[in-house]
């Protein structure tokens, strides 16, 4: 299954701005952000506290739609989705 | 119209695209770049899509909300100096209630909803804006 | 800078004017001849002297109360066609709340105490504006 | 006793816009409007009602300061004084 991992400001300087997965069938968003975390330690410092939380900052959409850090982070990933991360908003 | 660009661009074509016979009232918000604290400049970086189509469901929002009757949004990215715009919103509307309102809600809910950032870089170095 | 004239204006030039690099927002107001009601054009109509002592003290208390970094002010008298502009308000701040509420409290004094007068001329006659 | 009269909008349009009035030292705004209303018939009509009490939108500044068009009406008039006569503001 592919996966596309957009990253934006912060996240984009530590992860590069887009790269494709290839992912088992029935990976979460959880899963996916430890798989990260894993590859990339300056990410795992920038996106989790110490008790492997995610930090509060940390923004993520699938598909261009804001998803609830706390509470979506269970969801599995479908085939083709676009994972996007970033940190709070700045525009204008 | 809703773009977001490189390009610096003409708040006076905005304005001119925003006139009509039955709009009395064009309010204009020009966001520029502050020297706060020793900035130099300004990276402005966008989720281009993203933004474009959060963009355009607030245009719609505040056209419908206020009867504007027209919007016009540019919103730059890349490297921007001190003094040089970032943003500008321009709405009209019959009247002038309306205009500013449209205008103030398209730019709070940019701010709020469009995915876009702003990495300050000045003598004290670089940082973005927002993050903690 | 604040005027009075019959002369049509660069809202362009007033916005360069306003923009400073310790100005993050600058707020702009356009007002012009809306075709309601079969109007046609509009005679605008001054106590010259007094109306720019009244502006320039509507000015002054704007930047106070807001904090204000420049303010532009233009308004034009004489006969002015549908879509041509009646009067612009240029304000600049640091920051955005401050710049969109000194333009929305110009304007509307402007309206209640400058000494100006609209006369509308369309397919239905002539009538001044607020006269019952 | 030498006094200026203005009148704006509708008021220009029936007395001028300007004119320079010769008058007894007494007089007061309310005497001097009196005097304009018996010189010009069409300025008693659209200043003043059927009671002969001054309309509620005919508004006046003496020197460039609004005064009550209520209160001030018995306020003597002095050498050099300037009197506008307008209907309600409308600019913007």
């Not at chain 2, 708040?11 to 706060?36: H, P, Q, W, Y």
């Amino acid at each position: 299954m592919l996966v596309k991992v957009l990253a934006f400001a912060g996240f984009r300087e530590i992860l590069g701005k887009e790269r494709e997965l290839s992912l088992n069938e029935s990976v979460t968003v959880k899963e996916l952000l430890a798989e990260l975390a894993v590859a990339t330690p300056r990410f795992k410092e920038a996106a989790f506290d110490e008790s492997g939380a995610l930090r509060d900052y940390v923004l993520l959409m699938i598909n261009r739609k804001l998803i609830d850090s706390r509470q979506d982070l269970s969801r599995p990933l479908q085939e083709g989705d676009e994972l996007a991360i970033f940190p709070p908003l700045a525009g204008g | 119209m809703i773009e977001i660009t490189e390009k610096d661009f003409s708040l006076d074509e905005m304005i001119k695209r925003a006139r009509s016979k039955d709009a009395g009232a064009i309010v204009t918000f020009l966001g520029t770049v502050r020297d706060d604290d020793g900035i130099e400049r300004m990276e402005v970086e966008a989720f281009l899509e993203a933004a474009q189509a959060e963009l355009e469901a607030i245009e719609e929002e505040a056209r419908s909300r206020f009867s504007l009757r027209a919007v016009e949004v540019v919103h730059r990215t890349g490297s921007l100096a001190v003094g040089e715009s970032i943003v500008a919103i321009v709405c009209s509307a019959g009247h002038r209630e309306a205009a500013f309102s449209g205008c103030r809600y398209i730019i709070e809910e940019l701010k709020k909803r469009a995915p876009l950032w702003k990495k300050e870089i000045g003598d004290k170095g670089e940082r973005w804006v927002g993050r903690t």
